[in-house]
């Protein structure tokens, strides 16, 4: 037992070295993450390492002790070693492109299918009872006052509770704060500012594509690329307010974030609670006008503890998988 949890902890310990030695020497680093990648499995099939024990279903989600989670369907070996082949194949083309500073098209393109390969090879796809194709979940949700029936068809029924409308009306009310006389208020750039400004005309008009922009000491990508997206897209000049723009237009997804890890902890009222604070709070209100990259961290972070909870509750490993994309994505947003 002693030797396999040694061999756990030398195999973290290898795989923070080969993030170090990647600067060195790509295929050298690239030796070293298999190796410890190799040793993580092996010490993990031999310790018996298994899912999470499911917690109690919060207040509003599912109805019933005889109600139980969808089990499982096993993904076929087949098709499992197929994505994981072309994961492969994709890592090694982004790889080997990893000689410069630069995002091309190739690139781009091999990170994604290489994420997005590994994580359809390991996601669990779930049993569903099926009405026309759609899941139906009248036996498993709570009765709730409607207040309008949107869908009521054959196969798709959806209808709109009072408590949805009243979630639906604080994100609005949150938005309406992070919105208003946003064009006058911050008023002021400073340097930060300035820098960014400069990267995203850059990226606009210069044909800059860095994977990290290393003006101002180094800043990570995400933000400069959404802000130069929306210019794009809205014709709006590289100024201030685009800056502001887009920085809300991020943050304002830690709404339901708050709201899904509130009901996720305390129920349903917990989570609108929760909700409502962080929409009219100064606090993330005025984060997310500075038009600063600093307010993805709450927001991806508010993302973050709902999946992990989640994840702990359910034991499934999908929540999982998609905590491990989030805290990449936080990498590229703000660390």
């Known amino acids: 037992m002693a030797l396999k949890w040694a061999a756990v902890t030398e195999a973290i310990g290898l795989a923070i070295y080969a993030q170090f030695a990647l600067h060195q020497n790509v295929w050298w680093g690239v030796i070293c993450y298999l190796l410890a990648g190799a040793m ?107 207040a309008w029936i949107l869908v009521d068809a054959k196969g798709w029924r959806f209808h709109l509770s009072w408590f949805a409308v009243g979630v639906g009306i604080v994100v609005c009310i949150g938005l309406g704060f992070r919105l208003w006389q946003l064009d006058a208020n911050p008023p002021v750039t400073n340097y930060d500012h300035i820098k960014n400004l400069t990267d995203v005309y850059g990226v606009l008009h210069a044909g800059y594509r860095p994977l990290f922009f290393l003006m101002n000491n180094g800043r990570e990508p995400l933000a400069f690329y959404v802000t130069a997206a929306l210019v794009r897209l809205t014709g709006l000049p590289v100024g201030f307010y685009a800056l502001k723009l887009s ?41 997310a006008r500075l038009g600063l990259r600093c307010s993805l961290a709450p927001m991806i972070s508010a993302w973050v503890f709902y999946v992990t909870i989640r994840g702990l509750r359910t034991g499934r490993r999908n929540d999982f998988l998609l905590l491990g994309l989030l805290l990449g994505l936080g990498l590229y947003g703000y660390t």
């Not at 969808?70 to 082949?85: D, I, K, S």
């Not at 509130?262 to 929409?279: I, K, Q, S, V």
């Open 247 to 287: 920085s809300v237009l991020m943050e304002v997804a830690i709404l339901p974030a708050v709201y899904l890890l509130g009901r996720e902890l305390y129920g349903r009222w917990g989570g609108f609670w929760a909700l409502f604070f962080t929409a009219v709070a100064s606090w993330p209100v005025i984060l």
């Open 40 to 146: 993580w499995l092996w010490s993990g099939a031999s310790l018996g390492w298994s899912a999470a024990t499911p917690l109690p279903v919060p207040e509003g989600e599912v109805v019933g002790e005889e109600q139980e989670l969808p089990q499982a369907q096993p993904r076929g070996q087949r098709g499992r070693w197929t994505w994981l082949g072309l994961s492969g194949v994709a890592t090694a083309v982004t790889v080997a492109h990893l000689g410069s500073n630069t995002l091309t098209p190739l690139r781009l393109a091999a990170w994604l299918i290489s994420v997005g390969a590994f994580v359809a090879a390991f996601w669990e796809r779930r049993e569903r009872e099926k009405q026309g194709g759609r899941r139906d979940r009248s036996a498993t949700r709570r009765k709730v006052p409607t």
